[in-house]
């Protein structure tokens, strides 16, 4: 039997842009056969990152213009090529599981894409989840057991806006969840102090060359976040905007090297304490995906924390993992096979997540 066409469609919390993978799905192995990143313009990075602030008709509209956005990258990704399915994650714009009642929300529009493209759509994942009593995040680990569940202990972590973890091995999880900030903080820093001329610090050069500040991480590290069991995850919200605020009031191009320093030692630190506080036992490796891989300066901290476990990159593609976990869930969903981790998410028990919309 041939394998499976499908596409998988990303966007998180960073808001970068629609990351897009076609992957081969067959019988146990998925095997990504190209991917990118579609980056959003200027001025709708400004209102997706500001979406929560949006009123219903602006958001109402955002949804179907990330519809379009989000369709586009669909069928550029596929060029010649024909999908079964699209799984789409979509946009997060807020999520609350520890609200009253515990909601999501994460738009584009998928009647628009299966419109747009001719295929079958899956999206909207969290919801289910979420009603089966779940957080509803993080998705990946179903997919982070079907990868690398097999064989020895071993972290496989994604960092993204926001980081999270899955412990895994002898065919289980053994826990998985958001454990803290990612990038989100580190790029707001760069993204204030260049007036948005620059995202990111590339390659973590600029964190490389300043002195991190030792005493606020260890603030910073008592944030009650850290100290909740599992199964938890994050909005963008709980370390964002507003907490850059309180910490740095007055950042300028002189003092960013230091501040991105104690940013990227936020990271990895609330990164390595919470694996470590999870495992039953030592890790054989450490595995990351997501735009964290890139910054060299996270990778080595990460590196010197988790030794003697060596620390590497995921044999998937960095950028092309978790846009490949959309893909491979809906996959699951169009053929009726369950697709949560409950033991990741805290779901009363196995569900189908994702929501079909037909071309």
Partial sequence: MSPRLAVGLMSGTSADGVTAALVAIGSGKISVVRHRTYPYSAALKKRVLGAPGLSVPELSRLNFELGESFAAAALKIAGRARPSVIGSHGQTVWHGPDATPPNTLQIAEPAVIAERTGVTVVADFRPRDMAAGGQGAPLVPAFDLFLYGRGPLKAVVNIGGISNASIL???????????????????????????????????????????????LVGRLLSNPYFLKAPPKSLD???????????????????????????????????????????????LSEVAISGGGALNAHLMRRLRAL?????????????????????????????????????????????????KIVLP
């Fill in 169 to 215: 091995g002898q065919g289980k999880i053994h826990a998985a969840f958001d454990t803290g900030p990612g990038n989100v903080l580190m790029d707001e820093a760069v993204r204030r102090v260049t007036k948005g001329r620059r995202d990111y610090d590339a390659g973590g050069r600029l964190a490389a060359a300043g002195a991190a500040d030792e005493a």
């Fill in 236 to 282: 963008r919200s709980t370390f964002g905007p507003a907490l850059l605020d309180r910490i740095y009031p007055r950042l300028t191009a002189k003092s960013l090297p230091d501040a991105l320093a104690t940013l990227c030692e936020l990271t990895a630190r609330s990164l390595w304490l919470a694996v470590l506080e999870s495992s039953p036992g030592p």
């Fill in 306 to 354: 988790f030794s003697p476990a060596p620390v590497g990159v995921t044999a998937m593609p960095v950028m092309a993992k978790e846009a490949a976990c959309f893909a491979w869930l809906a996959s699951r969903a169009l053929d009726g096979k369950t697709n949560n981790a409950p033991s990741a998410t805290g779901a009363r028990g196995p569900r189908i997540l994702g």
